[in-house]
């Protein structure tokens, strides 16, 4: 067992006078009564052979979870609790005692309970079509437009006491992507010794097999966080607050830029009491354009079991930009203007192309 005594309300000169209290501390507990969690996996699957050794391959997946973990801190203070009189602070009345003076269960500070209360759902088109490697070329292609849907993404993810819980926390998964695009390929390049009957040629050009994968896909869901430049207390305590949302953030495909990723103009800071509208997801972050790509060649060196190869591999081989982190803090003053110049504006980027070298002798 561990004490932390904590003193309240001291001075640094008395310190080492004065007498520390061993409470409250945080806990955490799990549902004596909790049900075992379980995952539905249904899908159906339709292949046809569509001519050029390539299969076709349509398929509605899904899955549904049941009793899925999640916590709440069921000692936390409610919302407004910190307005009343009878929790300010006697020395200062415009400020209120420290939280744990008034939570619903005295001499405890934090309680999360572990419960296996928590849903979630995903449901998909998969199309595929796959070459098996004839004739030089191999390739695959896979397309899936898909959904998934939860209270929380991790087994600790918290759930709010006081807040209507689907309200709050039900939407989007953050690793929901609506559509991904994946295109792999493996292909032995014509020989040019085929054309230029010559040994140099044959020893420089020929044997070069170019393989890669490219990905088209969309961003992830994102929220929006709320502070303020004069740190007012909200709601007084409960859940938290968020943000009021006005309208539709996400703009469309063609109006979104590096310094405008959402419509900053339907965001408006709550007033005092007011928890807030947004839910968890109000946009989307920016997707996925990818070129990966390996050009090798490999000589034989008298022995089939003697091979020298000459190997280069580059990722984002066209060195596209792209987006990745975007300014989500909105932050308001006083009057309820958003102060936070960045807000909205795309802040970093995924990797510029880099591409490396490498000469392997296998035995």
């Given at each position: 067992m561990q004490f932390n005594p904590v003193i309240y309300y001291g001075t640094v000169a008395s310190v080492g006078s004065s007498a520390g209290l061993l409470f409250p501390g945080n806990g955490f507990g799990t549902d004596v009564n909790a049900k075992t969690g379980s995952v539905y996996n249904y899908?159906?699957?339709?292949?046809?052979?569509?001519?050029?050794?390539?299969?076709?391959?349509?398929?509605?997946?899904?899955?549904?979870?049941?009793h899925l973990p999640w916590a709440q801190n069921v000692n936390t203070v409610p919302y407004g609790a910190r307005f009343q009189p009878a929790n300010a602070d006697p020395s200062n009345p415009a400020l209120p005692l420290n939280d744990n003076f008034f939570r619903p269960f005295p001499g405890y500070g934090n309680v999360n309970i572990y419960s296996n209360n928590g849903t979630g759902n995903y449901n998909a088109l998969q199309v595929t079509a796959t070459r098996r490697f004839m004739r030089s070329l191999a390739y695959g292609v896979s397309y899936t437009w898909s959904k998934s849907m939860n209270y929380v993404d991790g087994d600790t993810g918290g759930v709010p006491i006081y807040r209507p819980l689907r309200v709050w926390n039900y939407g989007k998964a953050g690793f929901d992507q609506t559509h991904?695009?994946?295109?792999n390929y493996t292909w032995d390049l014509p020989a040019?010794?085929?054309?230029?009957?010559?040994?140099?040629?044959?020893?420089?050009?020929?044997?070069?097999?170019?393989?890669?994968?490219?990905?088209?896909?969309?961003?992830?869901?994102?929220?929006?966080?709320?502070?303020?430049?004069?740190?007012?207390?909200?709601?007084g305590g409960g859940d938290g607050s968020r943000v009021n949302v006005a309208g539709r953030a996400q703009l469309a495909h063609g109006d979104r830029s590096q310094t405008s990723w959402f419509d900053r103009t339907v965001f408006a800071r709550p007033g005092r009491g007011d928890p807030g509208n947004a839910p968890k997801d109000v946009f989307r972050g920016p997707g996925i354009n990818n070129w990966d790509a390996t050009l090798f060649k490999e000589v034989p060196l008298g022995k089939e079991t003697r091979v020298l190869q000459l190997r280069w591999e580059a990722y984002n081989v066209f060195n596209h930009r792209q987006f990745l982190g975007v300014d989500n803090g909105a932050r308001f003053d006083v009057s309820g203007s958003q102060v936070n110049a960045r807000f909205g504006q795309v802040i970093s980027a995924r990797s510029p192309r880099i591409m490396q070298v490498s000469l392997r002798f296998k035995f």
């Open positions: 899908n159906l699957n339709v292949q046809r052979d569509v001519g050029l050794q390539t299969i076709l391959s349509v398929a509605y997946v899904g899955w549904v979870g049941r991904v695009l994946v295109l040019a010794s085929r054309v230029i009957h010559a040994p140099v040629v044959h020893w420089l050009l020929d044997n070069w097999r170019l393989s890669g994968i490219t990905t088209f896909a969309s961003g992830t869901p994102l929220g929006i966080g709320l502070s303020t430049v004069d740190g007012a207390d909200i709601t």
